[in-house]
């Protein structure tokens, strides 16, 4: 195993708790278990669904990346209307 003097999630949500650990001298390993990319298709398959079905009631993301990697391809199709969009993502 590693050690760092440097928070292994710097930058995350949980870089206190990693941080609060290093300061007892607890050492720790940071592993990435996936990386926040966009879908090579978002622009292409939001640009299908508006050409089939218009402007969404609502939009769900599941994650902030997903939101993110979409808003402004969201944004762009939806040009003046984008306030009939209801937000039903859950709470992050």
């Not at 928070?7 to 300061?23: E, K, N, T, V």
């Not at 990435?32 to 402007?55: F, R, T, W």
């Amino acid at each position: 195993m590693s050690t760092t003097t440097e928070p292994a999630a710097q930058g995350r949500c949980d870089a206190r708790w990693h941080q609060a650990r290093l300061s007892k001298g607890i050492p720790m390993e940071s592993i990435i278990v996936y990386q926040k990319v966009p879908h090579p298709g978002i622009q292409v398959n939001l640009h299908s669904y508006y050409s089939q079905q218009g402007i969404p009631a609502s939009i769900t993301f599941f994650s902030p990346s997903g939101l993110t990697h979409s808003l402004k391809h969201i944004q762009e199709l939806s040009g003046d209307n984008i306030g009939r969009i209801k937000d039903e993502s859950p709470t992050f």
